[in-house]
């Protein structure tokens, strides 16, 4: 999600306050998206903030959304995560799980699915509901291969195993099936959560949340991305502002060229989980990073799987240790002149503690090692 610190408020008029007023809310709505928080601004620090919405803004604007003006505003986003830092709250990164949508209408006891481009209304709502909590919707696209894969009964039903497999093709990291019905002034919309892959659905390890709303469609979608997107939060974001979890390690294997590496140790320094990284030895092309966390394992695990240029793989039973001879991570001699990370060996047991083999400070204690692999062309 790269707008998560952009916002869009109306404009009403040119008075000066209401402009400031529109500032705020855009502050708010931001805070929002970034913290995965619905009532952030009940934060005392966060209050405070809003009264010096100013001193956050990157850029200012004025558009049209419909005919109405409005104020398009971005904020720092280093600014922001300062301010959730000092307020002790949630941080959700840009790398978002990817949420499928299987929307059915019943509309004067006739029911469809709703497809992607079809113009429905109720996907216009869905879209700007899910946008204003920074979470990535799609629809599937209602060609061939969906309409023989599913059928309205199927979701109607929530029957899983079917909406896995059509599912599967999209590759999301959850789905949600809505089921609307339309009434003459108002809707009904039952909708259950699968916040897991459709291979999780498979396997039966994705359990299920379901909720109910009702209004206009605009109220009840709204309502509906609110809980998605408080669920979705609750298992991503990472809190800022605490006392760090402490060290543990990963190996790395497949990181073939300098280029790699610097790729690789940039990616694990912007998770949002992470405090530190170091590398600290390596086999071949296997890299070990010591890493320090401001959260858990688990919420480290569960980002990382966000990045597809990193994969999970088997624990290995064999590591070879070397040093990078006290030099950071940044020193050049590391690379031979063909560009490869040029490694000497020195024979070690994945099952033996973590040797502190410091290449650029102190290096956290490790608890434990998970083994990935590196495909930077993902």
């Not at 709505?29 to 405070?48: F, H, M, P, Y």
């Not at 709303?213 to 809190?239: C, E, F, K």
């Not at 290995?316 to 991570?329: G, K, W, Y």
Request: aromatic share 6%; glycine share 6%; net charge negative.
């Amino acid at each position: 999600m790269n707008t998560l610190y952009q916002a869009q408020v109306p404009l009403p008029d040119s008075d000066r306050q209401t402009e400031q007023t529109a500032r705020v809310a855009a502050l708010q709505q931001v805070l929002v998206k970034v913290s995965g928080q619905r009532d952030i601004a009940s934060n005392e620090v966060i209050q405070k903030a809003l009264e010096n919405s100013g001193s956050y803004v990157s850029q200012l604007g004025y558009g049209n959304e419909q005919g109405q003006p409005v104020l398009e505003i971005s904020f720092d986003s280093e600014k922001i995560r300062t301010l959730l830092t000092q307020a002790n709250a949630t941080f959700w990164s840009e790398q978002r799980p990817t949420v499928l949508v299987w929307l059915v209408e019943e509309a004067n006891r006739d029911r469809a699915i709703v497809w992607d481009q079809s113009g429905n209304s109720l996907q216009a709502n869905l879209n700007l509901a899910a946008a204003h909590r920074g979470v990535p919707v799609l629809l599937p696209i209602g060609d061939f291969q969906d309409v023989t894969a599913i059928s309205v009964p199927d979701l109607w039903g929530g029957f899983s195993q079917p909406i896995a497999n059509a599912s599967t093709r999209y590759q999301p990291d959850a789905v949600l099936i809505a089921r609307v019905q339309r009434r003459s002034d108002s809707m009904q919309l039952a909708w259950q959560l699968f916040p897991s892959s459709p291979a999780a659905m498979l396997d039966g390890h994705s359990a299920s949340l379901e909720g109910r709303n009702s209004g206009d469609s605009t109220a009840a979608i709204t309502a509906m991305m609110d809980q998605v997107a408080d669920n979705l939060a609750a298992r991503y974001a990472v809190q800022l502002g605490g006392a760090t979890e402490g060290g543990f390690a990963i190996d790395v294997a497949n990181v073939r060229r300098v280029e790699d590496f610097f790729q690789l140790e940039k990616l694990l320094k912007d998770l949002s989980s992470v405090a530190s990284v170091n590398a600290s030895h390596l086999q071949g092309d296997k890299v070990r990073f010591a890493i320090q966390l401001l959260s858990n394992e688990q919420v480290f695990a569960r980002e990382l799987s966000m990045e597809p240029r990193i994969q999970a793989q088997p624990v290995s039973s064999l590591v070879r240790d070397v040093t990078f001879d006290n030099q950071s991570p940044g020193d050049e001699s590391r690379e031979n002149l063909n560009g490869i990370i040029v490694p000497t060996s020195r024979e070690g047991s994945a099952s033996e503690p973590l040797p502190q083999l410091d290449v650029s400070g102190t290096q956290p204690a490790a608890s434990s090692v998970g083994l990935y692999y590196w495909n930077p062309n993902a």
